[in-house]
């Protein structure tokens, strides 16, 4: 048994979305979480600066005395999970491809298209591909970078037809030209338009990786005997800019009142 937190971090408030399915499935666990809201998005940045800045969020998670850390972040797994989990041998780290991967290798056959969305780095990365096909050759999987939605999702604008028209922008010709009927999620902001992916393109079965990590996480505290119980800890939320929106989306997300959380306040020094 371990009653310490997990430690969730994200370049912003996409990494939410796994935070409910993880209360669904474990919930004796408590989380802390970190959303770099000041210098979100990270999909477009250089490797070397995403890397900087992985760094510090996770130094600050591990004197938290967290148990374990969660990369809930597409960007930051393809880029820097190798590296932090060699810094820090002792705690297991957990990046958020894998998981999904290996459920559409497992899932899917050489008769499903299988388009994979996410940033600019994760997309460049090939991360998705490579680990696909390690599993499962014959698969057929196309990547398209999206990077709009991000931004568009930080400042809250989701539910409406500009959001709706950046979705057709980015899937239209994608969805069409590759016929696909699967839909990989690939970073963790987009569950939060899943709904109006889903309404626009019925057709697709949609894979959300923050959904699948939450087997990984169990596994590994299983395994290492590290499943809390009877846990009384409260969840506390930071960000780097602890904005007004990012708290709505707290509570959106979640679906959760304030008085349920903590929420501080996280300044890093470059």
């Avoid at 900087?52 to 938290?64: C, E, G, K, T, V």
């Avoid at 705690?91 to 299988?114: L, R």
């Avoid at 169990?218 to 007004?244: Q, T």
């Amino acid at each position: 048994m371990d009653n310490r937190p997990i430690g969730f971090f994200d370049s912003g408030l996409g990494g939410l979305t796994c935070i409910p399915n993880l209360f669904s499935r474990l919930p004796e666990e408590r989380v802390i979480y970190f959303g770099d809201t000041a210098r979100t998005p990270y999909g477009s940045k250089a490797v070397s600066t995403i890397r900087h800045y992985a760094d510090q969020i996770a130094d600050f998670l591990a004197s938290q005395d967290v148990k374990m850390m969660v990369i809930a972040c597409n960007t930051i797994t393809a880029t820097c999970l190798e590296e932090l989990q060699a810094r820090f041998p002792q705690m297991p780290i957990v990046g958020i491809i894998g998981p999904a991967a290996e459920k559409i290798a497992e899932n899917c056959d050489s008769t499903n298209n299988i388009g994979i969305i996410a940033t600019k780095v994760t997309i460049a990365s090939d991360d998705y591909n490579t680990m696909i096909k390690a599993k499962n050759p014959a698969l057929n999987v196309y990547s398209k970078a999206t990077p709009a939605f991000v931004p568009l999702i930080e400042e809250g604008i989701v539910d409406n037809d500009i959001m709706d028209l950046t979705i057709r922008h980015y899937l239209d010709d994608f969805v069409a030209e590759n016929n696909l009927d699967t839909l990989v999620l690939g970073c963790t902001h987009y569950p939060i338009i899943r709904k109006e992916i889903m309404r626009l393109y019925p057709q697709l079965k949609i894979v959300n990786p923050s959904y699948e990590i939450i087997g990984r996480i169990e596994e590994i505290l299983r395994e290492k005997d590290m499943l809390a119980a009877g846990n009384d800890r409260e969840n506390i939320f930071y960000a780097s800019d602890l904005s007004e929106n990012f708290v709505n989306m707290i509570q959106k997300i979640l679906e959760i009142e304030s008085s349920e959380l903590i929420l501080k306040f996280k300044n890093l020094d470059l």
